[in-house]
T-cell receptor, first 114, second 114 residues
Framework: AQTVTQSQPEMSVQEAETVTLSCTYDTSENNYYLFWYKQPPSRQMILVIRQEAYKQQNATENRFSVNFQKAAKSFSLKISDSQLGDTAMYFCAFMKPNNNDMRFGAGTRLTVKP | GAVVSQHPSWVICKSGTSVKIECRSLDFQATTMFWYRQFPKQSLMLMATSNEGSKATYEQGVEKDKFLINHASLTLSTLTVTSAHPEDSSFYIC??????????FGSGTQLSVL
């Protein structure tokens, strides 16, 4: 079974600063997908970024980027130029390509302070 | 982009009654949908995988007779919480597979059982 671990229950960052959220996972699969989802107070799940395990290049989406270390099974999220609207729960998730059920970490509550 | 509509967004019911939650894919066909449960300040836990035209696959520990899932068409899956009790109060979220590596989430349903 796949497990996803987020070891930081809460984090805070000053507006305009950079913050990194950690995620590790455990799997025996060689090919899979990794995700970061944002859940604001509305509780709508919003996809932040996606990484395919067979791609060595780290995914980037505007202010969001990942540091994917496949051998270490690590998938951290870096948020640059943090904005107040980034305040939310962030979930790291793992998905195998053939069955699509997604497994989530426990989440990290990020607060961006003005 | 793909939209998943979930209804109702919140429901209050009396203990012992049944509640139905709908999950619709609005602009695509979804052969597979997923139902998650989220307790306050916790992560999303997969309850079951809903397959169009066949029986749902339930995760270990999830009561099939308690949480009835029907996926009668390519755009609709329903979750019925039967004989609801206060411990069933939770946030329920559905998701639908758009492509091999893409899932979209509904906006969730907050169930409160009195």
């Amino acid at each position: 079974a796949q497990t996803v671990t987020q070891s930081q229950p809460e984090m805070s960052v000053q507006e305009a600063e950079t913050v990194t959220l950690s995620c590790t996972y455990d799997t025996s699969e060689n090919n899979y997908y990794l995700f970061w989802y944002k859940q604001p107070p509305s509780r709508q799940m919003i996809l932040v970024i996606r990484q395919e395990a067979y791609k060595q290049q780290n995914a980037t989406e505007n202010r969001f980027s990942v540091n994917f270390q496949k051998a270490a099974k690590s998938f951290s999220l870096k948020i640059s130029d943090s904005q107040l609207g980034d305040t939310a729960m962030y979930f790291c998730a793992f998905m195998k390509p053939n069955n699509n059920d997604m497994r989530f970490g426990a989440g990290t509550r990020l607060t961006v302070k003005p | 982009g793909a939209v998943v509509s979930q209804h109702p967004s919140w429901v209050i019911c009396k203990s012992g009654t049944s509640v139905k939650i709908e999950c619709r894919s609005l602009d695509f066909q979804a052969t597979t949908m997923f139902w998650y449960r989220q307790f306050p300040k916790q992560s999303l836990m997969l309850m079951a995988t809903s397959n169009e035209g066949s029986k749902a696959t339930y995760e270990q520990g999830v009561e099939k007779d308690k949480f009835l899932i029907n996926h009668a068409s390519l755009t609709l899956s329903t979750l019925t919480v039967t004989s609801a009790h206060p411990e069933d109060s939770s946030f329920y979220i559905c998701s639908a597979r758009v492509s091999r590596e893409k899932l979209f989430f509904g906006s969730g349903t907050q169930l409160s059982v009195l």
